[in-house]
């Protein structure tokens, strides 16, 4: 027996999200658009954990994140659509899977805008970084990405634990 199928109705925090979301997706888009012919031929195109750039490739490798954030993001906003699809713990009941189903979507939300808004970030600091703007991502990128992403895993999780 499959879980139901329910439509959750979005909430002005799970609009904004998406608005948020989306703006982040036609940023990553402009950058290229904006600063390809200024760019050298080699470009970084892979940072190690201090953020220091540690690989260089042509600078058509520019649109690399664009497509993967791209189709990243519409996966998951997609997958969004679904909510009965996704593992519920045993505690899950036709009465409360509305309640479940919220907090999952929300949960994929705030993963969607997060990844994006780092690909966007990350193509801004290599485009500054090929243009001698900058040196690297900074030695807190890392650091800072793990506890928003793990941050949020663990925050929803919590809420879905107090659902009944």
Known sequence: MGNPIIKVEKGLI???LEII???GLIILILIPLFYYKDLPEMIPTHFNA???PDDYNSKSMIWFLPIIGLFLA???FVLNKSPHVFNYPKAFTKDNASKYYRNSTRLIRVLNLTIT???VFILYKSVQVALGHSENLGIWFLPVFL???F???IYFALGARKIS
């Open 50 to 52: 201090k953020g220091t």
């Open 14 to 16: 799970d609009v904004l």
């Open 117 to 119: 808004w780092t690909f």
């Open 147 to 149: 506890i928003i992403i």
């Open 21 to 23: 979301m989306l703006i």
């Open 74 to 76: 519409a996966g998951l």
């Open 151 to 153: 941050g949020a895993i």
